[in-house]
Structures are given as C-alpha cells and as structure tokens.
T-cell receptor
Framework: KQEVTQIPAALSVPEGENLVLNCSFT??????LQWFRQDPGKGLTSLLL?????REQTSGRLNASLDKSSGRSTLYIAASQPGDSATYLC?????????????FGTGTSLTVIP | DTGVSQDPRHKITKRGQNVTFRCDPI?????LYWYRQTLGQGPEFLTY????????KSRLLSDRFSAERPKGSFSTLEIQRTEQGDSAMYLC????????????FGPGTRLTVT
C-alpha cells in the first residue's frame, strides 16, 4: 500500500519569502502526483499535476518537481503572499488498472505573515 | 465547465438516522470518486465508479455505507444508522477516463453526527 508523508506539518513564513514543501511516498511506481490546496472547511483545489514521465511542472509562482526514484516531490512557492495561507496536500496515484484512487499525505499547513 | 458540485454542503443528524449525499461530476467525466476526510488528516478513498459501474470499494466502506451512480452521471452516498465516528467531510471528485486522470474535487459535504 502506498504511504505518503508530508514535511513539515506546519510552516510559518513572512510575506515575500520563497518556500519549499516536501512530499515523500513509499512506492516509486506511481502514475502521477498531484498537489492540492485546501482552505479551512473547503474542498480541494488542484494546483499542479505531474505525470510519472515528467520531472516538473510550473504554474505562476508555483513549481512542482518529481523524483520518482527517490520517492520525493517538492512544491516551491516563490514570493509568498498572505493569500497563500492554506493547507497543501500531495497525492499519488498508482498505475492503471490499480490506479483508481489517490493516496494523500496529511498536508502542510502554511501561514504567510503580512 | 461548472465544476463538481455536492449537496448538501452541511448536514447535522442524530445518531442512528440515515443520510444521503449527492455529487454531480463535471459533465464529460466518466470517473467518479468518493473520499472521506477527518480533521487534520488527508482524504481517504472510499469508492470509485467508472460510468455506472462501481469498480472499487475501500475497506473503510462498511455495510452501513452504500454508493450508487445509476445513469453514469450523478452519484449518491448513503450512510445508514449513522454513528458519531461518521462525522467527517465527504468529498467527491471526478476525472476523465483518458489522459492523466487528474482529479477535480467538489466543495465537500460536512457531516456532523450528534
């Protein structure tokens, strides 16, 4: 069974700082990895998806990288803003036909201080 | 694209009552997933549909839980004889059957069992 770990569990940074969130997974034979943002009491918003053949994906101030062989992904947030405050979740999917669910980490709670 | 919708957004019920939640996926998406999320945890997989066929069920889905997707469009999740341990956020997601299997989540239904 795939196990996903996110470190740190919580992070507090001043506005404008660059930061890195970490995600590790136990089974490197993944199909894809997706990063999500979740605001308190809300659903999940997709940020970036990296397929197993890719090394990284970028969207605006966000950059996600994937190292399958070491079972790791990082989410880099540049020039953080108070609006970035949320919980960030990473999830991995195993290859079809077994890839019918995401395995989630417990998230990193980010607070950006104005 | 109106996104994934869920109804109701909040449900408070007394222990022992039955509840039913509805999920409307993105219209062209064949795959539909249900997850459960408790406070401070990442979402946990419950069940998965491809069109109207329920192809996978988690061991978390006890006999009191049943899910349907009768016409391959919307889905319902019913919990019978609710228990306090059922209190959680119930999340629905959908994805297209081709491509990256990127999942798009709805806003969730918050269930509180008193």
């Amino acid at each position: 069974k795939q196990e996903v770990t996110q470190i740190p569990a919580a992070l507090s940074v001043p506005e404008g700082e660059n930061l890195v969130l970490n995600c590790s997974f136990t089974d490197s034979a993944i199909y894809n990895l997706q990063w999500f943002r979740q605001d308190p009491g809300k659903g999940l918003t997709s940020l970036l998806l990296i397929q197993s053949s890719q090394r990284e994906q970028t969207s605006g101030r966000l950059n996600a990288s994937l190292d399958k062989s070491s079972g790791r992904s990082t989410l880099y947030i540049a020039a953080s803003q108070p609006g970035d405050s949320a919980t960030y979740l990473c999830a991995v999917m195993n290859p079809p036909p077994w890839g019918n669910q995401f395995y989630f980490g417990t998230g990193t709670s980010l607070t950006v201080i104005p | 694209d109106t996104g994934v919708s869920q109804d109701p957004r909040h449900k408070i019920t007394k222990r022992g009552q039955n509840v039913t939640f509805r999920c409307d996926p993105i219209s062209e998406h064949n795959r539909l997933y249900w997850y459960r999320q408790t406070l401070g945890q990442g979402p946990e997989f419950l069940t998965y549909f491809q069109n109207e066929a329920q192809l996978e069920k988690s061991r978390l889905l006890s006999d009191r839980f049943s899910a349907e997707r009768p016409k391959g469009s919307f889905s319902t999740l019913e919990i019978q004889r609710t228990e306090q341990g059922d209190s959680a956020m119930y999340l629905c997601a959908s994805s297209p059957v081709q491509g990256s299997y990127e999942q798009y989540f709805g806003p969730g239904t918050r269930l509180t069992v008193t």
